[in-house]
């Protein structure tokens, strides 16, 4: 949305008061390490160039009023305490008191603003608007207590914040907002956090294409990412029961940096079975493709790298059950069209996908998928596609 725009948004909503801060905090597409990041397993994503904006007139008191450019998120207000009561599942205010609440209790904030919201991004479409808004209120919520927090201790502490809503997810979209660098993928290492910039070779483009099936977190979304991270939780309990990792260490990241990928499957395929050995595959699989896709970024391995995009996406879909037959669809078309690879990307059950391809074969790729997956659909009401643009981290100036 353009500045006059949003300022007119901002008059129609808040009448008299003039917005000091506006902020952007982008959304961004994983490039692989999905559904690993909660187990403290890196990942592999990019910002891009959509993005949720906040307008911010601090106030005198605690209040917290918010406004949106879209009718669907009606006007909201709270006030700043250490203490707050969600609100019903699905409520947007759920996101700004996430923020407010971790400004309050960790960084001492006191004063309440006026904050009007803009975003270009497509909800519920695994591309992270949720972080990114839960980032834009949080920063704007910053500006008006004259604070500014270090990135990564705070993209940690929002990460954890943003459980407020009732997902239990990892930290991975709190960091890309707010360490993304123009023309980057970052490798993404947690606890602690670590970002490692990676430029994307001149001649690749990647492009993100939404399958029109929404993911809701909501919703049922939720729980199913919810019950993923909890089977994670199930399998290494009863992994770490085996004898062959009797004195190993006792997480994920400590178990495969200690054996290997490849050792500690075969030591799953022994003690494991059915959808328990399933999820723990595709968590040593997907760390795996992890080193491998960043490798393959180093050495400008378009051919490599698209080849771990199509096996994470059989992973997500076969043992980590993820994907959804648009989906696959989706990944096909691509695949037809011209992509090197492709995959879910995001949480999945829905959502978009990412595919890889030559600069010069990006457009063929876009068409491709019009006419192999769009045109075919009842209704093009969700069609959305476009080239990826690694973009920069969320951006906090003064009006
Ligand atoms: P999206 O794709 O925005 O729903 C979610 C989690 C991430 C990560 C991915 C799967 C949130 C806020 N983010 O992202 O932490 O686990 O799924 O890799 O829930």
Same mark, same amino acid.
Not at 51 to 64: G, I, K, S, W
């Given at each position: ?270 003690? $494991?079975?059915? /959808?328990?050995? *399933? %999820? ?5 699989? &997907? +760390? @795996?493709? #992890? =080193? ?76 491709? $998928?019009?006419? /192999?997956?769009? *045109? %075919? ?5 969700? &069609? +959305? @596609?476009? #080239? =990826? ?11």
């Amino acid at each position: 949305m353009k500045s006059d725009e949003l300022l007119h948004g901002f008059a129609r909503a808040f009448g008299a008061a003039r917005p000091t801060h506006r902020v952007r905090a982008p959304g961004r597409v994983n490039l692989i390490g999905e559904h690993v990041d909660y187990n403290d397993l890196p990942v592999l994503p990019m910002a891009l160039q959509l993005a949720t904006q906040v307008l911010a007139a601090p106030r005198e008191d605690a209040t917290v009023r918010i406004a949106n450019a879209q009718e669907r998120y009606p006007p909201r207000e709270f006030a700043l305490t250490t203490t707050l009561e969600p609100s019903p599942a699905g409520d947007w205010v759920n996101y700004a008191k996430a923020a407010a609440q971790l400004l309050a209790r960790e960084y001492g904030a006191t004063r309440g603003a006026d904050l009007f919201v803009a975003s270009d991004l497509p909800p519920a479409a695994g591309l992270a608007s949720s972080s990114a808004l839960v980032v834009a209120f949080a920063l704007a919520l910053c500006a008006a207590n004259r604070l500014a927090p270090d990135p990564l201790g705070f993209a940690e502490r929002l990460a954890a914040a943003e459980r407020f809503v009732g997902t239990h997810s990892g930290g991975m979209d709190q960091a890309i907002a707010l360490c993304a660098r123009a023309g980057h993928a970052c490798r993404i290492e947690f606890a602690p956090l670590r970002v490692e910039a990676l430029p994307v070779p001149a001649g690749w483009r990647f492009v993100v294409a939404h399958s029109t099936v929404e993911a809701h977190k909501a919703a049922g979304a939720r729980e199913h990412y919810n019950a993923r991270r909890a089977d994670c939780e199930g399998a290494l309990a009863q992994l770490l029961a085996s004898p062959e990792l009797s004195g190993a260490p006792r997480s994920y990241r400590g178990l495969l940096e200690h054996l290997g990928a490849e050792r500690l499957a075969w030591i799953a395929e022994r003690n $494991l079975s059915g /959808r328990l050995l *399933a %999820r723990a595959r595709h968590q040593f699989s &997907e +760390f @795996a493709r #992890v =080193a491998r896709a960043r490798r393959c970024l180093i050495a400008a391995d378009l051919e490599g790298f698209g080849a771990v995009l199509d096996e994470s996406h059989a992973s997500l879909r076969d043992d980590f059950e993820v994907s959804c037959a648009q989906l696959d669809a989706l990944v096909e078309a691509a695949r037809a069209s011209g992509a090197v690879g492709a995959r879910l990307t995001g949480a999945g059950f829905g959502g978009c996908i990412v595919a890889l391809a030559q600069a010069s074969d990006a457009e063929r790729l876009l068409e491709g $998928l019009r006419e /192999r997956f769009y *045109a %075919r659909l009842p209704s093009r009401e969700r &069609e +959305f @596609a476009l #080239v =990826a643009e690694p973009g920069a981290g969320a951006q906090v100036s003064a009006l």
